[in-house]
């Protein structure tokens, strides 16, 4: 007998993760470390090409945490950014294989990834860590944070701020906090399922 068919999430929870969820540019507000682990602790279950799990998080709290991130941020982005709770550096790590014999431990899944190339590896690492970074913003809507995800930053500088010496680079930002749904634009509208999808 096969198993039943779980019933789709509530409107309420289809909104807060979807349809009413907003990019946020003024977030404010206090985070918790708690929170973060909570946060991390929902991501992490995100499948990933062979449970690579590439990205690496960087949590950006403390005035001097701030201090070296403010530099690299685009004119844009910096006031926001320096006001948000915490500023997450979505990152992802070009040495993750040597994680596999503990992450896929049901055969030898470091050696399909170990000695490829450095281009190889980035590709794998941006799809994967994007998909991880698409999962911290969706685990962090269910909390009850708002996000502000951006680019708008210098990749370079932000690595050799925070990652000097390691096998991390980073990725894409997201501010985390509270936010005041009043300040938002009117919402862009998004392509209809015939502009953008087909069943084949």
């Given at each position: 007998m096969s198993a039943p068919i779980p019933p789709p999430l509530p409107d309420a929870c289809l909104d807060r993760l979807f349809r009413t969820a907003r990019t946020h540019n003024e977030i404010v507000g206090e985070v918790s470390?708690?929170?973060l682990h909570q946060l991390y602790d929902l991501l992490k279950w995100g499948p990933t090409t062979a449970n690579s799990c590439p990205a690496r998080f960087v949590f950006?709290?403390?005035?001097q945490a701030k201090a070296k991130l403010g530099p690299a941020l685009d004119e844009g982005n910096h006031a926001k950014t320096m006001?948000?709770?915490?500023?997450?550096?979505?990152?992802?790590?070009?040495?993750?294989?040597?994680?596999?014999?503990?992450l896929f431990p049901h055969t030898?899944?470091?050696?399909?990834?170990?000695?490829k190339s450095a281009e190889d590896l980035r590709t794998i690492c941006l799809r994967n860590g994007s998909l991880?970074?698409?999962?911290?913003?969706?685990?962090?809507?269910?909390l009850g944070l708002d996000c502000g995800?951006?680019?708008?930053?210098d990749n370079a500088r932000v690595d050799a701020a925070f990652f000097a010496g390691t096998s991390w680079k980073s990725n894409f930002l997201v501010n985390l906090g509270h936010a005041d749904p009043a300040k938002l634009f009117?919402?862009?509208?998004?392509?209809a399922f015939d502009e953008a999808a087909l069943i084949a």
């Open positions: 470390d708690e929170q950006v709290k403390s005035a006001a948000a709770p915490v500023t997450v550096i979505v990152a992802y790590d070009m040495a993750f294989f040597e994680k596999m014999p503990y030898d899944a470091r050696s399909w990834f170990d000695g991880q970074g698409a999962y911290l913003i969706l685990a962090a809507r269910a995800p951006m680019s708008g930053f009117p919402r862009s509208p998004r392509l």
